[in-house]
């Protein structure tokens, strides 16, 4: 039943990473997702690329703990402690059909984890979905410039209801590059960075 009801937001995962790889002139892409949870919707991502001649490599960044008070705004404090229950363990076999040397796993907090990670030099395709809008911000400011022209970033939290922090954050994150955020039907946020941003 979830896989079912999450089936649009994963169809729009897969119009992501195949718009991500096809804007690509270079056999090497690279993915990053912040916020993975279970490793469900990166898996969808990666699976994309089995249709292209190129390899992909992945960096993911998860806390794999409970949401904390400090990293919430006012408005998103009823978060506080939810994810508890997730292990990165269970990520990694859940992750287990993707080549060990094309995943990177990087287990901590934003954006505290960014000083210590293993982080790419450049990105093809940025998936954020963090549940609050300060990380999503601070996610945004870190890839952003490594973002290649033609990257796709795709948030999963941005126009669905209970996420209005989000969104008003993105749009003033974009408005502030002169970048469009497409409004998807699911509520996940569409950029494609062209050259001139």
Known sequence: DTLKDLRWRHYFVLVAAHTAIRNTTSAKVVFVECGVCDGLTILYAVKASSDYDVDVKTYLYDSWGEMKDEHLLDSEKD???KYSYLDINTTMRNLKS???NNLVFNKGYIP???DKANN?????FLHIDLNSARPTIQALDYFWE???CGGVVLFDDYAYPGYESTKSAVDEWAN???VSVIQLPTGQGLIIKDARR
Request: a negative charge.
């Open 146 to 148: 490594d973002l290649v």
């Open 79 to 81: 978060s506080k402690g």
């Open 112 to 114: 505290d984890i960014f």
């Open 98 to 100: 993707i080549d060990d």
């Open 176 to 178: 502030s590059r002169l």
């Open 120 to 124: 790419p030099e450049n990105l093809n």
